[in-house]
């Protein structure tokens, strides 16, 4: 009630006591200021505010914060919450000039009212608020998460550039997560349920996409054991070519047909992995047979003077050749040779230059290269002997 008289009394004065036309001039002025302030004033204080950062990150971080701020600064989302930031500012301001005309006009209670409105609302405006800041500074962070990845990686040789690029995601989603909660957490919404109600989720996906998730675990540990990278010849299993591509899910690779070659990645981690590419430097090894009339000693001469001449070939570690095995039709010789660095097609034109060496120098040398041969021979058998056995006296009989 004491309101209520206090409220009638303030409008009886405003009413009677201020003539229409003071009125009338304290509204324009009231109203050309709040425009003044709201369209004018705030969207420069906005822009002093940015240069100001600008320059503070500057000189507390040097040249390149300031660009990182600018970039930030300069991203959509980044401009659309700094937008609506700035019209909630120009919403007060225009609300709080609407309740200063009301009580010039001495509408008092209509004022009230809107107060009344204005503290009903004020919550999910703070919640609003408060969410668009938290959404800036995520986005400021996962900014500064690309920095400071960038310039960690730049500084080691440990960490490849699709390594750089998981642990920045790994990043991103850890800060996606801590928003998601700070969000939450603003809107008073419960974690703990949501979280029970994600784990039995979580259950439920996990028995139906078994192979999915076992792929996706091991397409983590692919990318940090680094048994391979992107342009290594490798062989897993029976599976053998340049890996093009890995993936969180799959490992990519193609074949010397042209064939593009897609392994799961938790079937790579558990099969065997030849990668030849690893040491830059590749042994190989081609046998030869020789004519057991051939001095075998000479021949290893041979064979590996003909390997050292060739420009495939390295000669550090130099060619080796050794007799391994007495063969059906030949001595066989073991000629191992060494090609850098290991791919495919070196593969092949040495190995296709030092059987045409080889040859040609055993042709010079006359030792021969024997193929199978198999002798038939035949033999008489003579008709078996007949065995006659006694008959039995009639003495025995007795």
Do not use: C
Request: proline letters at 4%.
């Amino acid at each position: 009630m004491a309101v209520s008289g206090v409220t009638s009394w303030v409008e009886s004065v405003l009413v009677d006591g201020v003539s229409t036309e003071l009125r009338i001039t304290a509204s324009i002025l009231i109203a050309v200021g709040a425009l003044v302030v709201a369209g004018v004033v705030v969207p420069t204080v906005a822009a002093r505010l940015r240069g100001f950062v600008s320059q503070w990150a500057r000189g507390r971080f040097g040249e390149s914060a300031s660009e990182t701020f600018e970039r930030v600064d300069s991203v959509a989302p980044i401009g659309v919450l700094v937008t609506i930031l700035i019209r909630l500012v120009q919403l007060l301001i225009l609300s709080g000039t609407a309740f200063v005309l009301l009580v010039v006009w001495g509408q008092i209670s209509t004022a009230l009212q809107l107060i009344g409105i204005s503290q009903l609302a004020l919550p999910a405006v703070g919640r609003f608020v408060s969410t668009g800041l938290v959404l800036l500074a995520a986005f400021v962070v996962n900014d500064f998460i690309h920095d400071i990845v960038r310039e960690y990686t730049a500084n080691t040789a440990r960490v490849t550039a699709h390594q750089e690029q998981i642990l920045t995601r790994v990043l991103q989603v850890a800060l996606i997560l801590v928003v998601v909660v700070a969000v939450f957490t603003i809107w008073g919404i419960d974690i703990g349920s949501l979280l029970v109600g994600a784990g039995f989720l979580g259950v439920v996906i996990g028995l139906a996409a078994r192979q999915t998730l076992g792929s996706l675990l091991a397409g983590f540990v692919l990318m940090f054991s680094r048994p391979f990278e992107i342009g290594d010849w490798v062989a897993i299993g029976e599976e053998e070519g340049i890996v093009t591509k890995i993936t969180i899910m799959n490992t990519i690779m193609r074949n010397f047909d042209g064939e593009h070659v897609v392994i799961p990645n938790d079937n790579v981690a558990n099969q065997a992995i030849t990668n030849r590419s690893r040491d830059g430097k590749l042994r190989i090894h081609l046998e030869v047979g020789i004519d057991y009339d051939d001095d075998p000693e000479h021949a290893k001469e041979v064979a590996r003077e003909a390997v050292e001449g060739l420009k495939m070939v390295e000669n550090n570690p130099k060619p080796q050749v050794f007799p391994v095995a007495f063969g059906g039709s030949a001595v066989t010789l073991d000629i191992r040779f060494w090609i850098a660095p290991p791919t495919p097609q070196r593969r092949w034109h040495a190995t296709a230059g030092v059987v045409e060496s080889v040859k040609e120098r055993f042709a010079t040398e006359s030792i021969s290269i024997p193929f199978p041969q198999r002798t038939v021979s035949s033999r008489d058998v003579s008709e078996p002997e007949t065995v006659t056995q006694p008959a039995a006296t009639d003495d025995a009989e007795e």
